[in-house]
């Protein structure tokens, strides 16, 4: 009796949350757990329980398995408003529940906070688990990527089946006596591959024997292919691996098939491969994944495309406090065609706290940005000032550089002052106002 008055409660209160204008996500599921604290044992699961986690490409990699297994006949019930903390996940599973307690699917799918794993993975335990990448992101929240790592690798049950992007070190030690199943995925060397060691190493020595590993390629980051010189820990041969990589022509090719990528980003390459491992082993054939990637209605959430006085503006959704976000959006402009111009700025590092910590920005490599294809950088934003100090030190000629204080300003300096195409790289409240902003100068 008492599941179904607090399922019921649920579902109420999350439809009077949207009827009063607000999202609904979380407060169900909050509500729920303060009166009936076990409640989400009480729920009988479906066969498949998947979860994605990482730093970065999560919501990217859980909307796209979405997509795989809808177009294949599944019922899938994910959280696609992106609340992925306890409360979220109890919202989402109550929403969908029947009253006699019973998820109504064939796949409950969540993209999950690293940080609230042990939260959830308490009251209920995933069979499969997606593990995108764990790079520094959020330091107020994070301080650290072994500090993820250990959340996460505590957190996973002994039988879930866990499928890890071995390109990357920390989230390759998941597989350490691991007690479920392992499936590897990773890409090859490819034109962003390089050679040259670089600042920002997270995972630098073997778990094992704490000697340095050894790379022969860096992707970004501490991603790439690496080894221990005493052969205690390696990459190895991932079980799926994205080969042939073009990104320019947005082309990749797993187990000898070919695939269409939805951008021409690198990470697109690492999340579609993430994602056909991850069906692949749930029992989806190749051909039925592979109808699924290949449509071009397929699209990244990352990267929108507007027309401004007749100049192609991009969006790229940068996510903030994450230097590698950064790093690949930057890369993804640097090999682009033509004259450009970036804008750059936030006014707020997060949504989920109010430390404004901002030495995340030093971690960046923003000399990327000397590159003599970008003509225009432009500063905006409460902390646009510090942002050009960054600019200063990264020795960006000042003759590049455009601060716009007020973002009522911001059209006429582009029009203005600047020259080729445009690149935002903003996240949540710029990117808001800056698609604003286009929509009123298109309307003019």
């Known amino acids: 009796m008492w599941r179904a008055i607090v399922i019921l409660g649920c579902k109420v209160t999350n439809k009077l949350s949207k009827l009063t204008g607000h999202g609904g996500s979380t407060i169900g599921g909050r509500i729920a757990l303060k009166v009936y604290k076990n409640i989400l044992k009480k729920i009988k699961l479906p066969k498949y329980v998947i979860g994605i986690t990482g730093s970065s490409g999560k919501s990217s990699s859980t909307e796209l398995v979405y997509n795989i297994l809808t177009k294949n006949n599944m019922k899938v019930v994910y959280n696609k408003e992106g609340s992925n903390t306890i409360t979220g996940i109890a919202s989402l599973i109550l929403n969908n529940s029947s009253l006699t307690g019973k998820l109504k699917a064939d796949v409950l799918l969540m993209e999950l906070d690293e940080q609230f794993l042990k939260y959830i993975f308490k009251e209920i335990k995933p069979t499969h688990l997606m593990i995108t990448n764990i790079t520094r992101d959020q330091p107020p929240r994070n301080s650290h990527p072994i500090k993820i ?61 704490n000697s340095k590993l050894e790379y022969d390629f860096y992707h970004y980051g501490h991603i790439g292919s690496y080894h221990c010189p005493k052969y205690h820990f390696n990459r190895g041969n991932p079980d799926f691996e994205a080969k042939d990589i073009d990104i320019d022509n947005k ?41 699924v990637l290949n449509d071009e209605n397929i699209k990244t959430k990352r990267l929108e495309i507007y027309n401004f006085h007749n100049r192609k503006w991009q969006l790229l959704v940068s996510k903030n406090e994450n230097n590698l976000s950064y790093k690949q959006s930057l890369d993804y402009i640097r090999h682009q065609k033509g004259d450009k111009t970036i804008v750059l700025g936030f006014d707020n590092s997060s949504r989920r706290y109010k430390e404004n910590d901002i030495s995340w920005i030093w971690d960046i490599d923003f000399e990327i940005l000397n590159d003599s294809s970008i003509k225009n950088v432009v500063l905006i934003g409460r902390f646009c000032y510090d942002m050009l100090l960054r600019m200063e030190y990264a020795g960006i000629n000042s003759d590049k550089l455009i601060l716009v ?5 911001l059209a006429s300096a582009i029009k203005d002052k600047t020259t080729g195409d445009i690149y935002s790289m903003n996240c949540f409240d710029k990117e808001i106002e800056i698609k604003k902003i286009i929509k009123e100068e298109n309307n003019d």
């Open 149 to 209: 790592f250990k959340a996460i690798k505590n957190a996973i049950p002994d039988k879930t089946h866990i499928i890890i992007n071995v390109d990357d070190p920390l989230v390759n030690r998941m597989r350490i006596n691991h007690k479920g199943g392992v499936t590897t995925y990773g890409i090859d060397k490819n034109d962003y591959s390089m050679k040259i060691n670089l600042n920002n190493l997270d995972a630098a020595y073997c778990p094992i024997c």
């Open 251 to 291: 082309t990749i090719t797993i187990n000898e098939n070919k695939i269409n990528l939805p951008s021409d980003f690198l990470y697109t390459a690492y999340f579609v491969t993430g994602c056909y491992a991850l069906c692949k082993i749930i029992g989806i054939d190749d051909k039925d994944i592979l109808k």
């Open 405 to 409: 204080e007020n973002m009522s300003d």
